[in-house]
T-cell receptor
Framework: AQSVTQLGSHVSVSEGALVLLRCNYS??????LFWYVQYPNQGLQLLLK??????LVKGINGFEAEFKKSETSFHLTKPSAHMSDAAEYFC?????????????FGTGTRLLVSP | NAGVTQTPKFRVLKTGQSMTLLCAQD?????MYWYRQDPGMGLRLIHY???????AKGEVPDGYNVSRLKKQNFLLGLESAAPSQTSVYFC????????????FGQGTRLTVV
């Protein structure tokens, strides 16, 4: 069974600072990993995904994430935070490509960006 | 270019009332899901469907029923609403392959008083 742990329910950064949101996964099969973003009062929108091609994945809005199998991690980064990045971020995992593969979400990290 | 559409967007129910949340997708996706989102708990899967006419239980199915009579629609029913069902409900759809992302609706904010 797959699971996801997101460290830190809230992360605060200043505008222009590095953003680092942590995600560790557990999976018995090679995983597919996703980062979603949720802006206030909206649904979830895909930021990026890892599907076993390149381990460094680039997404929208300048975000990227690196898949590290040895650390079972898929941390999300952005070199320079912008006020518009303030949102809640969810890491999710699904495993394999046979049968129904449930998408399992972490508990989310709220990113706060101060001027 | 609607994607996944949920109705209604907001609803207030009294304890014991019933209601149905409707989800429609126009992407011809096989899989559809209902999640609930509660503070500090992320998204938890209520029920899901892997095709027309099929449904299955997720993590937190108690108190909910679902139906998928047409491929594009997935209905979530509350037969007798309870305050514990106050939540934000999201519908999503996806292709069967595990590497494809799920597409989400805008959510339904339900309050049970």
């Amino acid at each position: 069974a797959q699971s996801v742990t997101q460290l830190g329910s809230h992360v605060s950064v200043s505008e222009g600072a590095l953003v680092l949101l942590r995600c560790n996964y557990s999976s018995s099969v090679p995983p597919y990993l996703f980062w979603y973003v949720q802006y206030p009062n909206q649904g979830l929108q895909l930021l990026l995904k890892y599907t076993s091609a390149a381990t460094l994945v680039k997404g929208i809005n300048g975000f990227e994430a690196e898949f590290k199998k040895s650390e079972t991690s898929f941390h999300l980064t952005k070199p320079s935070a912008h006020m518009s990045d303030a949102a809640e971020y969810f890491c999710a995992v699904s495993g394999g490509n046979t049968g129904f593969q449930k998408l399992v979400f972490g508990t989310g990290t709220r990113l706060l960006v101060s001027p | 270019n609607a994607g996944v559409t949920q109705t209604p967007k907001f609803r207030v129910l009294k304890t014991g009332q019933s209601m149905t949340l409707l989800c429609a997708q126009d992407m011809n996706h096989e899989y559809m899901y209902w999640y609930r989102q509660d503070p500090g708990m992320g998204l938890r899967l209520i029920h899901y469907s892997v095709g027309e006419g099929t449904t299955a239980k997720g993590e937190v199915p108690d108190g909910y029923n679902v139906s998928r009579l047409k491929k594009q629609n997935f209905l979530l029913g509350l037969e007798s609403a309870a305050p514990s069902q106050t939540s934000v409900y999201f519908c999503a759809s996806s292709s069967p392959q595990g590497y494809t992302e799920a597409f989400f609706g805008q959510g339904t904010r339900l309050t049970v008083v």
